[in-house]
């Protein structure tokens, strides 16, 4: 069964850094782009990054470029988002996406 299971989130200052990851099992990411999406309360559901399935491709949300990088670890089936310098705005449920299937998301909160 494919699953893709988020980790890496929780309380961090502003300024701080934490690196999600996104673990893939009952299938091969080998082949497939990746996208880390992002939810705050009372906010739609938007993008944040995506990465090609070699990674040689990478696309930002205007809002975190400069300080977010997402990579991928095909070996490990793991794809990642560093984020550096967060800021109060990028509290949020981050959850990542392979065509049609989600994780069920990490809370990610910045708070001082």
């Known amino acids: 069964q494919l699953q893709l299971v988020e980790s890496g989130g929780g309380l961090v200052q502003p300024g701080g850094s934490l690196r999600l990851s996104c673990a893939a099992s009952?299938?091969?990411?080998?082949?497939?782009?990746i996208g880390w999406f992002r939810q705050a309360p009372g906010k739609e559901r938007e993008g944040v990054s995506c990465i090609s399935s070699s990674g040689g491709s990478t696309n930002y949300a205007d809002s975190v470029k400069g300080r977010f990088t997402i990579s991928r670890d095909n070996a490990k089936n793991t794809v990642y988002l560093q984020m550096n310098s967060l800021k109060f705005e990028d509290t949020a449920v981050y959850y990542c996406?392979?065509?049609?299937?989600w994780g069920q998301g990490t809370q990610v909160t910045v708070s001082s």
């Open positions: 996406k392979l065509r049609q299937y």
């Open positions: 009952g299938f091969t990411l080998d082949y497939y782009a």
